[in-house]
């Protein structure tokens, strides 16, 4: 269903990933940002080269090398690109051969409300 532009009543909004003429809003749009930031690889968008998260990389190495390198791309990833949070928390698991999911726990900057995001990497 089509969102209106009268219908936005947020400051922090974007077109829902999937639905063209929806939008996200508030935590949503934050929720669908750090997907976003964390699945994309570093290079893949040609005016910010340096926008995205290099998680991927580590998906095929052993657990106990994948675990902590992946859970740093992404903290480091959405502290460079996602202002609007401070992360509390990353909690990464190998999922499947060649997959991470990542859990994210996040609060809104100056909140206490922490929200958490879970994201699958993969090659």
């Known amino acids: 269903m089509a969102t209106l532009v009268n ?15 929806d939008v ?10 750090i997907g976003i930031i964390v699945t994309s690889r570093k290079g893949s968008d040609p005016h910010r080269p340096l926008f995205g998260c290099d998680a991927w990389l580590w998906v095929d190495a052993p657990a106990n090398v994948a675990i902590p390198n992946t859970t ?12 609007r949070v401070e992360i509390v ?20 900057v100056g909140t ?8 699958t990497i993969g090659k």
């Open 112 to 119: 206490t409300a922490q929200q958490t995001t879970e994201v």
């Open 72 to 83: 740093r791309e992404v903290v480091d990833a959405l502290t460079l690109w996602e202002p």
């Open 7 to 21: 219908n936005i009543t947020a400051a922090d909004w974007s077109p829902r990933v999937g639905s063209p003429g």
């Open 24 to 33: 996200v809003q508030d935590l949503a749009d934050i929720d669908q940002c």
């Open 89 to 108: 928390g990353v909690t990464a698991s190998v999922t499947d051969i060649g997959q991470v999911t990542a859990a994210i726990t996040w609060q809104p």
